[in-house]
């Protein structure tokens, strides 16, 4: 990976935002942030590549009518394998803390 930004432009940011960091967090800074630009770069390099993608602005989305069903309460809690009076029981997805 090449270097994209040094130690001592990684010092500079950290003084004009007020961090102190030491030798060990900025050759960690340095390498992460090395990374994060080399990606950056990567995108743009692949988002000039515009052949990929032009045959998407001739698509278009199929739609269909929307059909709205009337069902009273009553035949909609007969249709749920679980209740309790007038509701729908339904399996808990979250834990709670």
């Known amino acids: 990976m090449a270097d994209v930004?040094?130690?001592?432009?990684?010092?500079?940011?950290?003084?004009?935002?007020?961090?102190?960091?030491?030798?060990?967090?900025?050759?960690?800074?340095?390498?992460?942030?090395?990374?994060?630009l080399s990606y950056a770069a990567r995108v743009k390099k692949v988002e000039g590549s515009q052949e990929i993608f032009s045959d998407f602005a001739t698509k278009t989305n199929k739609t269909r009518v929307d059909v709205v069903y009337q069902i009273s309460s009553?035949?909609?809690?007969?249709?749920?394998?679980?209740?309790?009076?007038?509701?729908?029981?339904?399996?808990?997805?979250?834990?709670?803390v």
């Open 5 to 36: 930004i040094t130690g001592q432009e990684v010092l500079k940011i950290a003084r004009l935002s007020n961090l102190f960091v030491s030798d060990e967090e900025i050759n960690q800074i340095t390498n992460q942030l090395d990374s994060v």
């Open 74 to 96: 009553q035949e909609l809690l007969a249709l749920v394998p679980e209740k309790e009076g007038s509701l729908i029981v339904v399996p808990m997805i979250l834990e709670t």
